[in-house]
C-alpha cells in the first residue's frame, strides 16, 4: 500500500506541474546595443521596447550602452554573441568602425535589426528608422518655405561618421539645391551634443548670427545653439530647425511651442516597432527587410495638436506602465498563489491518498477483525460445544462406572454362590476326567468374572477417593518371590521359563499388601499371557538409592508404539484380539503404585518382549500417618492367586493332543476355528468325543491346518484375527484340494445381510450365536452323511465323469485329472503316488484324503484296479499274450500280473483270457 501511495503522490506531482508550466512559447534570447544613452530620444527608445517586452515574458533581453564609443560597442557586440543570443538590435555608433562585427553576428546566423543609424553594407536582416534623407529635404523644404527662398543656413551637424547625419545632411542640401538664394554658408560640427552645439556655436558666434537659419541634426543640438546665440545675444529671432520632436519636458516639441525653437522634424525612435519586429522574425512570421517610420514637421501650427496627442500618449503609456506594474504585482501575487496552491493541491492529494490508505487499511482491518470475530465465535461455540459434549461424556462415563459398579455388586454374590459350592465339586477326587474338565472350564470364567468385578470397584473406590493406602512395613523380596512362586505350576505346564532374581537379602518396604499384590500378579498374569511357549518371565527385586524396583520381564510377543503409548489408559484394548482383557489390570495396577508415590514404567518391542518396571520409595516419610497401619491388612495373595493363574489354566496339553491328531479310522475330521480359547475349548471337547478335531485360533493357522490334513469338515467363527471366517471359507471353497470340505459358519452376527454373505462364500451353514450344541452336532452329522453319500455316488459310478451330474466344478475337475494322470501311465511300471502328487502339485497326504473322499478308495488300488480293468479290456478285445498285457498295463513280470490279477478277480488272467475265448 505505501508503495502504492508513493506512486500516485508523484504522478500527481507531476500533473500540477505540468499545470504550473507557464507558458508553452518558445524562449529567446535578444541582445541590444545601443550606441549612447545619455539622452531623452534613447531612452525614450529604450522604455518603448521595454514597455512592448512586458508583454512577452518568453523573452531574456540584454542591453549594452557603448557610450558615444564605436570600438567599445564593437567588443560589446562580440561579448553578447559569447551569450547565445537569438537577436541583436543595434543602433551602431558609426556605421564603418561597425559594420564588420555586425556583418560577423549576421553571417554566424543570428538575426539582426539594425536600428536608427546604419552600417555601410547590407548584411543585416531588417531596418528600422525613419528616412533620414527624407528628414533631411523635409527640414530643407521647411527651410525654403521659411526663407522664401533667399537666404543663408548655418548646419550644425550629427557625428561625422554616423548615417543620420550623412543622409540629413544630404535630404538637406538637395532640398535646397533647386534655390540658389538660399546658400548654406556655416557648418559647425555638433556631433549630437547639446553641450557640444553649445560650445561650438559659441566659439563662432559671429559667424552663426550673420546666417538666417540654423539646421540642427537633431533638437539638442537646435536648443544648444539657440542658448549660444542668446549668451551673445539675447532675444536674437534666428530661425532654427531641428529633428527629434520628442515629447515632455526639455524636449523637441516643448522647444517648439516655447517657440525656443522654429520648427522640428519628428524623428521617432521605433523601439517598440523594433521589438514586435525582433518578435517576427523569431516567430518566423513574415517581415519587411526596410521598416520605414514616418515623419512629419512640427511647428507654431500643429505643435499644440502633437503635444496634446504626446501628452495624451505619455499619459496612456504611463497608465500602462501601472497597469503593467499592476500586473506585475498581480502577477507575483498569482504566482506565489499559484505556488501555495500547488503546495496545497498536492498536500490535499497526499492528504487524499493517505486517507484513502488510512480507509483502506481500516477496512481491510475490519473484514480481518470481521472474520478473527467470527473464528473467535466458532470456536467459543466449538468450546462450548467441547465442554458440553465432555460433560455429557464424563456423565456417560459416570453413569457407565456407576452401572458397572453397581452390577459388580450384584454380581459378587451369585459368583461367590457358585464358586463354593463348584470348588467342593472339584475337591471330589473321583469325578470323571471329563466332568472335571467341564468344571474346571466354568471354574476358570468364573474365576475371570470374579477378578473382573473386583477390579472395577477397586477402580471406582480410587475414582471416588475411597480407597485409602493402607501401608505396613513388609520384606519386598519374599513378598514378591511368594507371589512369583504361585505360577510355577503354570509355568511348568505352559513349559516358560519363570525366574525369580535379587541381590538383596531381605528389603523392607511400607507399602499395601493388598494392592500391590494385585499390581504383580496382574503383570505376571499379562506376561504369561503373552510369552509363548520356551519363553521366559523374569521378575526382579532390587535397590536403589531410596527406591525398590521390581522388574517383570518377558520374551513375548510384545507391543507396538501405540498399544504402548495406551498400556496404562483404562479400558484400553491391546492389539491382539485374542487376549483382549478388561483394559482395567494396568490402569489399576498404575493407581495403586502412585498412591504409593512410586511409579511404574513400560518398555516394549513388538515380537521381542516386555519389560514392566515398578519404582516403590523406601521409608514411610512418603506417606501420611493415617496411611500407616501397624499389621498388615488379610493377606489376599491366596485369593489374587487364584483369580489371576486360574484362567491362564487351560488344558493345553490336551489341546496339543488334539491338534496333533490326524483324520483316523472312520472318526471324521473335524476342524474348529475359534479365536476364544474357551469356547473353542468347549466346542472341541464336546466334538472329540466322537470325531477327531483340529483347532486354530486365527484365519491363517486355520487354512495351513486345512491344507494339510483336508479335515473333513470345518467349523469355523465369522469375527477371527487374521484372515476372518468369510475369507477362511472362500479360498478353502476355491482350492480344489478342500473344495470338498462342508464348513459350518459360526458367529454372533446375526443380520440378514451377513447370513447371505456367509451362504455367498458357498458356506454349507450358517449358524449364529449363543448356538445350541445340539444343533451344532446336528449339523455337523447332516453334512457328513450327505458326503458319504455323494462319495458313494461317486465310487459306484466308477468315476464316469459324464455320470456324476452332482458332482461339484472343482470336484469333477480334479477327479478328470487323477483319472486322466492315471490312464495315461498305465502301460509304465515305475508310475507311483509321487508322480500324481507332482502332476496335481499336492502332497501325498492331501491326494490320499481328496481320493478317499472323493472316490472312497485308496489311491494306490485305484491305480491297480485301472490297470487290471485295462488288462482286462486287452483280454476280451485284442489278440496279446498274457506277458503283453502284463507289459501294456505296466506290471513288471507276468507272474506279478497273474497274481493281483488272481486276488481282485479270482481267477488267473490265462482262464479269464481262456474262458472269454
Ligand atoms: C540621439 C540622436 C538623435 C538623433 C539620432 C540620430 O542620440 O542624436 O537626436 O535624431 O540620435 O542618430
Redesign the pocket.
Known sequence: MPAKIFILFIYSCSLLSSCFDKSSEKKFIIGFSQC?DS?K??QTMLEEMKRELAFHENITFIYKVADDRSDKQVEQVKELMKQDLDLLIISPNEANPLTPVVEEVYKKGIPVIVI??KVASRAYTAYIGADNYEVGKLAGQYAVNLLNKKGTVTEVL?LAG?S?AIERHKGFTDAIKDYPEIKLVTQIPGQ?LRSKAVAEVTKRNAEVKQTDLVFA????MAIGTREALEKTNPGNQLKIIG??ALPGNDAGLEFVADKKITASVL?PTGGDEAIRLALRILNKQEFKKVNILNTLVVDSSNVRLMKLQSEKIISQQQDIEKQQALVEEQKRVYNNQRTFTGILAVALLLLLFLGGAVFYSWRKNKKITNKLQLKNDEISSQQKQLIEMSEKAEVAHQAKLNFFTNLSHEFRTPLTLILSPLEELLANEKMQSGNRQTLQLVHRNVMRLYRLVNQLMDFRKIEFSKMKVRASENDLVTFVKEITESYEVLARKKQVGLRFFTNERVLPTWFDVTMIDKVIFNLLSNAFKFTKENGFIHVTVSKSADMAIIKVEDNGVGMGPNALEHAFEPFFQGEYENYKGSGLGLALSKEFIEMHHGQIFVSSEKWKGTCFEIKLPLGKDHLQAEELIDNPDEDTRAEDAKMYTTELMNDTEELQENLALGNNGNRACVLVIEDNDDLRYYLTSRLSRANDVLEADNGLTALDIAFANIPDIIICDVMIPGKNGLDVTRILKNDVRTAHIPIILLTARNEEQQRIEGLETKADAYLTKPFNLQLVHETVKNLLTNREKMKSHYSTETFNEEKSPAGKKLERKFISEFCGIVENNIANEKFSVDDICKHMAISRIQLYRKVKQVLNCNVNDYIITTRLQKAKYYMQHENLSISEIAYKTGFSSAAYFSTVFKSKFGTTPSDFKSRKN
Not at 541634426?217 to 539638442?220: A, F, I, L, V
Open positions: 549612447v539622452d530620444w534613447r536608427d543609424r550629427g554616423s543620420p549630437w541634426h537633431n533638437d539638442m529633428i527629434d524623428y
